[in-house]
């Protein structure tokens, strides 16, 4: 009902909207519709009251609360089910939670701020107000080898997302790091749940820099990360952007389900910012010196060492300042 009654506030921009025409519309008492403004200018909408004229909504805030997502939201289930919470732990942890409690296809989880947000690797995530800190629950009938490709159908879904919304060359490092000029702008945590011959449920976590001031990084990340807000030089809307994410996971998703890995993984090498690149990888075994050459079929990266071609299945690709948020 909260949702409505903003919506009625919004029908008429810069203007007054009667509490009255409000209450009759959506048959319910004066005061409730008074006790749904105070709800929303709790949330950070600026909303003025006057007598006789009624409510007009001043400034919307950047949240990206379920108000503001799912009315553009044009997919058929990813974000449908959406949960919304102003701080976690880790929206990763959140929706292993609910997709083990039978959260549908496409739940998503997020918010606004992590105090305990995690990366690859076993790292930690910085993750202040303002950056997009989402995790999406994922039901694919696989088997669990092909789970790291779900980690490819993710980064061609961002990336499209961050070209076409920024306007800019966003790449990807191997295998799944929003890269811009050699700094990180995001990553993604995908972790699975399953047994030895099916998958229970994926959780993709995606972490993006969207409306974060450089400042707030810690010292030792500034230089290697950037955010959307720097390349752009202004903020962007959040829910838009959380929008076309969440779209364009779905497409690629069912492009995957449908065509398989060959699609996702050609759209992956159009957009990649490693492959030909001289670089240092560091894997479980060890670190590796060489040129990376190729992606296997299965999402592996392939390595020339001068002579030797390793597959390397995973590890971290240091090339340089731009090496992660950890
Ligand atoms: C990386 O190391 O590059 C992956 C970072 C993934 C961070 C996201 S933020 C939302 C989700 N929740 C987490 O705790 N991690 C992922």
């Known amino acids: 009902m909260k949702a409505a009654v903003l919506e009625h506030l919004k029908s008429n921009p810069g203007g007054y909207v009667s509490g009255g025409g409000i209450a009759r519309t959506l048959a319910i008492s004066r005061t409730a519709v ?31 609360v379920p ?55 076993g790292r930690s995530w910085h993750s202040p107000r303002g950056g997009l800190w989402f995790s999406v629950v994922l039901r694919p009938k696989m088997l669990p080898a092909r789970a790291p490709e779900v980690t490819f159908v993710a980064a061609v879904a961002g990336v499209e997302v961050l070209r076409s919304y920024l306007g ?53 990340l500034q230089g290697g990360v950037i955010s959307v807000q720097e390349i752009c030089g202004r903020s962007v809307s959040r829910s838009e952007l959380l929008q076309q994410f969440l779209a364009a996971l779905e497409r690629w998703y069912l492009v995957w389900l449908a065509e398989g890995f060959a699609p996702v993984l050609a759209a992956w090498k159009r957009y990649n910012a490693c492959l030909g690149c001289y670089l240092r990888v560091s894997t479980p075994e060890g670190e590796l010196v060489g040129r990376a050459v190729d992606i296997d079929h299965d999402g592996a990266l392939l390595l020339d060492t001068g002579g030797e071609i390793r597959r390397i299945v995973t590890g971290e690709l240091l090339m340089g300042a731009g090496d992660g948020n950890e």
């Open 34 to 64: 008074w006790k749904h403004v105070c709800a929303l200018r709790a949330e950070g909408y600026r909303i003025e009251s006057r007598t006789r004229r009624g409510y007009r909504l001043q400034e919307v805030p950047d949240l990206v």
């Open 168 to 220: 800019v060359e966003v790449g990807i490092k191997w295998p799944n790091d929003f890269m811009w000029q050699g700094k990180k702008l995001g990553g993604i945590l995908i972790e699975l749940s399953g047994e030895l011959d099916r998958i229970n449920h994926l959780v993709v976590g995606i972490g993006l820099n969207v409306n974060v001031d450089p400042g707030d990084f810690p010292t030792a």
């Open 67 to 121: 108000e503001a997502v799912l009315a553009g939201l044009t997919t058929r289930f990813c974000g449908r089910s959406y949960h919304y919470h102003p701080i976690l732990a880790s929206t990763n942890d959140r929706a292993k939670e609910v997709a083990w409690e039978g959260a549908p296809e496409g739940t998503t989880v997020l918010a606004e701020e992590q105090s305990g947000g995690r990366g690859r690797l």
